[in-house]
């Protein structure tokens, strides 16, 4: 079972970024996907919520509005579309399910 992120990096406020995760070893159809971040200094929070079907979405209040969570089963990948990026923003960005995580993305957005 393998979750691996790309997509992060450095962007201004106001921009966008695209993070992507890529799952592989299970069936990434049935199950649950989520997005966390963890800022330098603070403990990880839940960002967003997406279940298998993509039908029931949740967000976190600090980013609904400016983000979108999407999932596509047949390539086995979830997305996080960031706009209008905000200082506060930056973090290590983890696509998660279950108990199971990725190793990260940095995301630095700059004022």
């Known amino acids: 079972v393998q979750l691996v992120e790309s997509g992060g990096g450095l962007a201004q406020a106001g921009e966008s970024l695209e993070l992507s995760c890529a799952a592989s070893?299970?069936?990434?159809?049935?199950?649950?996907m989520n997005w966390h971040r963890q800022a330098p200094g603070k403990e990880r929070e839940w960002v967003a919520s997406?279940?298998?079907?993509?039908?029931?979405?949740k967000y976190a209040d600090s980013v609904k509005g400016r983000f979108t969570i999407s999932r596509h089963n047949l390539k086995k990948t979830l997305s996080l579309q960031m706009n209008s990026l905000k200082p506060e923003d930056t973090a290590v960005y983890y696509c998660?399910?279950?108990?199971?995580w990725g190793q990260g993305t940095q995301v630095t957005v700059s004022s």
């Open positions: 998660n399910t279950r108990d199971t």
């Open positions: 070893g299970f069936l990434f159809s049935l199950f649950p």
């Open positions: 997406i279940d298998s079907t993509g039908r029931i979405i």
